[in-house]
């Protein structure tokens, strides 16, 4: 079985911790975790579609859902009547998001987690249940159910401890590769495993909504530490990334803790164990935005000096999101004056104190003081190159106290307008 | 000379009232305004690129400037140097924003200004200043200069009746056509005359910014209800229109007063008068997202039942500036999928109870409660037809007490991504 480098683009962006060391498979390298990943029937010709994966053994658990008003059914019901805080199984599908689906989405996506938590031999709260791909189609329980029985079944009977790729497969819709992965922590306390699946490649794809990402950890950790750890690594990775600035109506990160490993880290421990599990969520996120829909770059891009955290954010969002900025990018110009208005637009009339700004591209100061630097022929010559990297470090220092915001997105091409535009429903 | 229906595509969101009636011409067609458009070298191959406009005798006048906080020195300078309510004259050039530009740009702007206020015989502060084109680089003051002198000179020498068309061509960048016009306004206590010219392809194009629009009237009318009218027809027309999201550094909306026809009008006049502007910025405006770079059509979209106008509002904007939205009608694909997914996005979470909304294209409801309708083969072939049109029609119903909100909006193309991928600075 593959691992984390050859499943996931090396990224400059996300380095790995130095008590972090790869290890084969993905969600059931940590101990006691199984899953399957299984055709149903929904995708054509016999791909991997549905997917089971469940502790063992108890679990805490973390969730983190869509904020769309538009929440799809199976994270309202996940959301609403599930124990987030103890669940032990999720069952997934792709091709079919039922979202938009009214009252027979939330029967449909109650039946799917019934059912396997029928198989899996599990209280229904706590089975969680993720859906990415068609939205406004009712799921075809026809195909769903058979699948749900086969895969929690051989779940249920003990397979599917070698199977993480074929769950990871199993939830991916339009993305190019499957993104998983297994990592090693040398806690201190002893050595601990952090597994991962995840799927995206656009807020949302060509009518293939999503971004789910499931985490497998057999540490011995307490429910509320566990939390805060996965809710930091989301914040600092999934929560920070852009290809159009859509957000999924079926959007969700669960991450499960099984302390199956019998080691219980300690602070220093716990400490390591949050460091690995954001770098190995900040390598998926910059995945997802690599494998953008019709993504060429990627840029991270580092606002400093705002007056708070919402104007710093706002102005990374604005830059990050500007159709303007992402087609210059595309066309490997370092075109400042469109990352000048995004900024300004960001900030209203009433930020001109924050202006001028700094803005570098990598080590080349493009604007000073809000106005083009001069730039001689060994810079220029730098900044073409910069411009033709794969991914590319922006930073935007304004003119204040020192408020921080880092955003990755990528470019928007022509294959983006193929993609998104060529799709019908 | 071309008028009013020659100038602008005829559409069908922007109907003249009954008692308007088109005149040749444009901002010279009301009385006591004189015009010019010269060639200053700015621009290539002696294109128009500079243009003055003056009223031959006082004025009340009333500006609108972009709120992006990079404004740019122009802006800066007749924003908080000018007397923006007794306005006489502007002098515009096109090729170059003056954005970004620092000191020397302020100072390049007061340049200006001086030349232009010296040869019109007019104070500083009844002179305004606007810039479009290039961002960051400094005007060439070389050619600047003799260009004012030159057209400052024509109109303070009496010429520039027959004008209009060249001051509407010398303010233009990438726009595919000059936008101007005039119109007769029957007030009831007689006829005045209102006169325009604007610019716009993109809320910033090709680097090449801005949304200039100088409106001109002979009506008597005090200071403070002209300011009332321009306010009131900027809001329900420019600010209403969005191609990319991206507002520019340099926007500016000028409406001069000058009194000359000698009709003051009553309460019903002044309130045709308003109508009648609004329904010429609002042809303007659509006019602007018809020659959105790349755009093959222009929608309208009504957001009604929100809970207030904010939400009202960022409901109708999340729709608009969507890519996936935008590449949908591109591709005449009705994905009401993604138009539910950017409503869930504007409302988050606590909005859940204003959906399920209704959507529908033009007299055909594709969702209905959320849900999608059930169409029979003639819907089915009316929606396919709508999606053929020019112009298409949108409303969102949203399940709430009622605050509406209006915009206008273009697809997201292959010709888009070009325009601003292969300019380069």
Chains 1, 2 share one sequence.
């Not at 109650?110 to 009712?138: K, N």
């Not at 300004?344 to 591209?361: E, F, K, M, V």
Request: charged fraction near 20%.
């Amino acid at each position: 079985m593959k691992g984390w480098s050859e499943m996931l683009p090396r990224s400059r962006f996300a380095p790995l911790p130095p008590f972090v060391r790869e290890v084969a498979g993905g969600v059931t390298s940590p101990k006691g975790f199984l899953a399957v990943g299984v055709a149903s029937g929904v995708k054509k010709r016999a791909k991997l579609d549905l997917g089971v994966l469940m502790s063992e053994r108890p679990c805490v658990s973390a969730a983190t859902f869509t904020s769309n008003a538009a929440a799809a059914a199976p994270v309202r019901l996940t959301r609403e009547t599930a124990d987030c805080g103890h669940l032990r199984a999720v069952v997934v599908n792709a091709g079919n998001a039922n979202a938009c689906t009214g009252k027979q989405g939330l029967a449909d996506a109650a039946r799917m987690r019934l059912l396997a938590a029928d198989r899996l031999r599990l209280p229904v709260e706590q089975v969680a249940v993720a859906s990415t791909g068609l939205i406004g189609v009712h799921l075809p329980m026809d195909k769903i159910e058979p699948g749900i029985a086969a895969a929690a079944g051989a779940v249920a009977g003990g397979s599917g401890a070698a199977s993480a790729e074929a769950f990871a497969t199993a939830i991916r819709t339009t993305d190019k590769h499957a993104k998983y992965g297994a990592l090693e922590v040398e806690t201190g306390e002893g050595a601990v495993r952090l597994g991962f699946a995840a799927k995206g490649c656009g807020m949302i794809s060509p009518n293939m909504a999503t971004m789910l990402c499931f985490v497998t950890c057999d540490a011995v950790v307490g429910e509320s530490a566990w939390t805060d750890l996965m809710r930091a690594a989301v914040v600092g990775s999934f929560n920070r990334i852009t290809v159009d600035g859509q957000e999924s109506t079926n959007d969700m990160v669960l991450g499960f803790c099984n302390g199956a490993s019998g080691v219980a880290p300690g602070d220093e421990g716990l400490s390591r164990l949050g460091e690995a599990l954001q770098a190995a969520l900040l390598s998926l996120a910059v995945s997802i935005v690599a494998d953008g829909e019709g993504s060429t770059r990627t840029m991270r891009l580092s606002v400093t000096g705002a007056s708070d955290t919402t104007r710093a954010e706002a102005v990374a969002r604005a830059v990050a999101n500007s159709p303007l900025v992402k087609t210059a990018f595309y066309g490997r110009d370092a075109n400042w004056g469109r990352i000048m208005q995004a900024i300004g637009q960001a900030l209203g009339r009433d930020g001109h104190q924050a202006l001028p700004a700094r803005i570098a591209y990598e080590d080349v100061v493009i604007v000073e003081k809000g106005q083009p630097a001069a730039l001689d022929a060994v810079q220029q010559g730098r900044l073409a190159e910069i411009m033709h990297q794969p991914e590319i470090d922006l930073t935007v220092a304004l003119n204040g106290p020192g408020a921080v915001s880092t955003v990755y997105f990528s470019d928007l091409t022509h294959d983006y307008v193929t993609l998104n535009a060529e799709y019908s429903t």
